[in-house]
């Protein structure tokens, strides 16, 4: 019911910045907070980052001080900025409505070294 839209991956040098995007359309009501998570190959899914509707947010020990959550309620979108990438930030970052167990499609984030 709810469908979330990624843009903003690519591939960038370490040390370099990277802002994601994801707008969210549909059955929004039940959206309380977003998240960000990735996944590298080989490995789990891991949180990244959420911030709710209020705009409180909580990192990952890995980003915290390098990356910034941020949600424009207003345009039903969630950005993640990333700066002082590192090549272990590799990974598909996706998407995801906390309230509505929904995640996005995930856009390749690849850190060259």
């Known amino acids: 019911q709810v469908q979330l839209v990624e843009s903003g991956g690519g591939l960038v040098q370490a040390g370099g910045s990277l802002r994601l995007s994801c707008a969210a359309a549909?059955?929004?009501?039940?959206?309380?907070?977003m998240g960000w998570y990735r996944q590298a190959p080989g490995k789990e899914r891991e949180l990244v980052a959420i911030?709710?509707?209020?705009?409180?947010?909580n990192y990952a020990d890995f980003v915290k001080g390098r990356f910034t959550i941020s949600r424009d309620n207003a345009k039903n979108t969630v950005y993640l900025q990333m700066n002082s990438l590192k090549a272990e930030d590799t990974a598909v970052y996706y998407c995801?409505?906390?309230?509505?167990?929904?995640w996005g499609q995930g856009t390749q984030v690849t850190v060259s070294s």
């Open positions: 549909g059955m929004i009501f039940s959206i309380n907070a």
């Open positions: 995801y409505a906390i309230g509505s167990r929904s």
């Open positions: 911030v709710t509707r209020g705009g409180s947010t």
